[in-house]
């Protein structure tokens, strides 16, 4: 029988993008119109204003350019 091991960083950033996709699928689902706006996709993936991201703590691996 093989033990799995504790999950790492990667295991819950997988995970956590996982779920983002599957959140914007039920809101494609759901959408009236043929594609999602980008006002609509950052809500639901519950993105503040950019003007904001500047001063937001950068997530690991994240890069800014």
Do not use: K, Y
Request: aromatic residues 2%; glycine residues 8%; charged residues 25%.
């Amino acid at each position: 029988m093989e033990t799995l091991s504790a999950p790492n960083a990667q295991d819950c950033v997988a995970l956590a993008e996982i779920e983002l996709c599957g959140e914007l699928m039920i809101a494609a689902s759901a959408a009236h119109g043929e594609r999602l706006s980008p006002d609509r996709i950052d809500e639901v993936l519950n993105v503040g204003d950019p003007q904001e991201w500047a001063t937001a703590v950068p997530r690991q691996g994240a890069r800014r350019g």
